[in-house]
């Protein structure tokens, strides 16, 4: 368990998040390439890729340390459905209409690493799972030489019921300590076929952030961030592995009556 407490920013709408989110993964790009010369990044769908975009997509200052290397990125699914990449509850499509379509050609295309559409009409997602894995594998080194990938940044949603990834409540997956991603068939919100980073995986990562905005989740962040009750929770299990590596972006209405303290800026 990581002992430090994770950081909850907020703001008064969903440009000024914007603009900090960019400032943040911008400087999570830098420090990746100067690490390793590449930024290996995690994504889920919901909301997110929409914001994303708004703050990976706005003109910057033009300096070097302000720009996004999409060329250098190498972009993950945190979660996925076990759909056609073309279909309407694809994470990856979702990625590509809001993000992926928009870059300007001069940043670079950035290599995204998608399930393997031959597998969507299994059965069984185990397949579609392992393949994935492997997938990580091949890029993060193989599984018998390394206990867990670490990811330079994954970026995440949490659901009304405090779910993230395709992690939900008081699900088995929880448990899970050795696959890096794992297949579920039982999903509670539709479609049920899904594939997941497991929990050890998200927060092995150097720095996860979280994206919740609208006060419709002002109950579900109170449970995490206030009840003991919520200390169950997928997002609150990330926040106590992960520690200070976990960043919260949210603005004013998500955290209205939540007594956790918080930051209007970086």
């Given at each position: 368990m990581a002992s430090q407490s994770p950081n909850l920013y907020s703001f008064s709408n969903t440009d000024a998040l914007a603009q900090?989110?960019?400032?943040?993964?911008?400087?999570?790009?830098?420090?990746?390439?100067?690490?390793?010369?590449?930024?290996?990044?995690?994504?889920?769908?919901?909301?997110l890729p929409t914001v994303l975009a708004k703050a990976l997509l706005a003109p910057g200052n033009g300096t070097p340390d302000d720009t996004a290397q999409f060329s250098k990125w190498d972009i993950f699914f945190a979660d996925e459905r076990a759909v056609p990449l073309d279909h309407a509850d694809s994470n990856y499509k979702l990625l590509k209409d809001e993000l992926l379509s928009k870059i300007p050609t001069e940043l670079g295309e950035p290599r995204v690493h998608t399930i393997d559409p031959t597998h969507v009409s299994d059965e069984d997602p185990q397949e579609l799972a392992d393949l994935y894995q492997e997938e990580l594998m091949h890029?993060?080194?193989a599984k018998d030489s390394v206990k867990l990938p670490v990811f330079d940044l994954i970026l995440l949603g949490c659901g009304p019921d405090g779910h993230?990834?395709?992690?939900?409540?008081?699900?088995?997956?929880?448990?899970?300590?050795?696959?890096?991603?794992?297949?579920?068939?039982?999903?509670?919100?539709?479609?049920?076929?899904?594939?997941?980073?497991?929990?050890?995986?998200?927060?092995?990562?150097?720095?996860?952030?979280?994206?919740a905005t609208g006060g419709g989740k002002k109950d579900i962040m109170k449970q995490i961030f206030d009840s003991e009750e919520g200390r169950s929770l997928p997002s609150s299990l990330v926040n106590q592995g992960a520690g200070d590596k976990v960043s919260w972006f949210t603005d004013h209405p998500a955290v209205e009556g939540v007594s956790f303290p918080r930051r209007g800026s970086l």
């Open positions: 900090q989110l960019r400032t943040y993964v911008l400087k999570n790009q830098n420090s990746a390439l100067a690490r390793h010369d590449t930024f290996r990044v995690a994504v889920s769908g919901g909301s890029i993060f080194a993230t990834c395709s992690l939900f409540p008081g699900h088995e997956l929880l448990r899970e300590k050795d696959a890096w991603v794992a297949a579920i068939s039982d999903s509670p919100k539709p479609p049920p076929k899904r594939i997941t980073l497991t929990l050890p995986v998200v927060t092995h990562a150097v720095n996860v952030a979280f994206v």
